[in-house]
């Protein structure tokens, strides 16, 4: 689909036919992505997901979800294909294109940029591009992830029922993920670079009373072993001090050194936390007018695929809101009530 707009002289993108106009921009095909997408669609809103990878976002590195209401146990990329499949169902697009920029021109219309040069047009978009664990980068972690590597405790800890793992970290989300993991577990090795936690002391002392966690301290990960039907069967470690290697007998291994949310895309300032993580208010928009944020790097208590399709949810019927008053020149908001809005 190739347009102009209509009442402004043309930009050299235009001339060259490269721009597309839509009523919402949705930028990430996981979960939120295409939720949103569902909905906008429901709404008879010209939709666009615009999406690097294959849609499924952080569900195509999970292997087994059991944690879907209504789906005792599912896979990942079934549960993505079904997402996707419904979305499609209400008209949204799809586009394979990498995001580079999303800009809010002065006409307070957006324009998003891919790095083939594409131009996206909209009065509205949402923002759902995710976050990325940061990985160890040893031999094996990619191979064996999904096959005893995780980066999520919530959504696999379940399926290392009496067995022994290892928690890469000394912060926060890997002092509580690892005293989480002994619900499962018999046994869990946290593997810690240096020979103090920075994690705060209460999930410290919590940590260090649980029988069945055993810290090793000066430790990194070197590489992760796998045995004969592909699956993970021993991390091997090197203690910095004394440049000792040796392996531990674990069958998951849960890295927790860190998340980056994938906000680099959005072009000027935008409200967020310390950690980096898009803030917005009750309908998922962010301090950028028309600009809503849903998933992953959103700032929020947990992140779920379940709190993302909430997200996801409220953001698409903000925005049929948004398009709507601005539409008719913008009226009071009412954030928590039956969804006025101001443009
Ligand atoms: P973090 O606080 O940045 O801690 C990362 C940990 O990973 C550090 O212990 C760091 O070691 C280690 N690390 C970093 N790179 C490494 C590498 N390449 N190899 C081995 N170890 C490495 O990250 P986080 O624990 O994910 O927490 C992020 C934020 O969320 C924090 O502000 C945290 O307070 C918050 N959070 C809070 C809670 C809670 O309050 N319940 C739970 C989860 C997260 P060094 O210590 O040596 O640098």
New binding site residues.
């Given amino acids: 689909m190739q347009s102009r707009a209509i009442g402004r002289a043309p930009s050299y993108e235009e001339l060259l036919g490269t721009t597309h106009e839509y009523e919402v921009v949705i930028v990430g095909a996981g979960p939120a992505g295409m939720c949103a997408a569902l909905y906008t669609g429901r709404s008879m809103l010209r939709t666009v997901v615009l999406e690097r990878g294959m849609p499924g976002g952080e569900l195509l590195n999970t292997e087994k979800l059991d944690d879907w209401i209504g789906e005792q146990s599912i896979l990942g990329w079934e549960l993505a294909k079904k997402f996707e499949d419904h979305a499609r169902l209400f008209g949204a697009e799809f586009v394979t294109a990498n995001v580079t920029t999303v800009r809010r021109l002065d006409d307070g219309t957006f324009e998003t940029v891919t790095d083939t040069g594409e131009t996206y047009r909209s009065p509205a978009i949402i923002v759902t591009a995710g976050g990325t664990p940061?990985k160890?980068?040893i031999p094996g972690e990619q191979e064996y992830a999904g096959k005893g590597v995780s980066y999520c405790a919530i959504c696999d800890g379940a399926f290392f029922r009496q067995q022994t793992i290892a928690v890469?970290?000394?912060?926060?989300?890997?002092v509580?993920e690892a005293d989480f993991l002994t619900r499962y577990a018999a046994k869990v090795y946290v593997v810690?670079?240096?020979d103090t936690?920075?994690?705060?002391k209460i999930?410290q002392e919590r940590l260090f009373a649980n029988p069945k966690i055993e810290v090793v301290w000066n430790s990194?990960?070197e590489e992760v072993l796998g045995d004969e039907q592909g699956l993970m069967k021993g991390l091997v470690i090197r203690n910095v001090e004394t440049d000792v290697t040796s392996t531990l007998d674990a069958t998951g291994c849960f890295v927790?050194?860190?998340?980056r949310p994938n906000t680099g895309i959005i072009d000027g300032h935008f409200a967020h936390d310390?950690?980096g993580y898009v803030v917005t208010d009750a309908m998922m928009q962010t301090s950028i007018p028309g600009l809503f944020a849903a998933g992953d790097l959103r700032s929020q208590l947990t992140r779920q695929v379940t709190t993302a399709v909430g997200d996801a949810t409220t953001a698409a019927i903000a925005v049929e809101k948004y398009l709507k008053a601005r539409a008719e020149g913008g009226h009071a908001v009412d954030p928590v009530g039956s969804g006025g809005y101001a443009v």
């Fill in positions: 940061i160890l980068g890469v970290g000394g912060g926060d989300a890997a509580e810690h670079r240096r936690f920075r994690a705060s999930l990194v990960a927790f050194i860190g998340f310390p950690m």
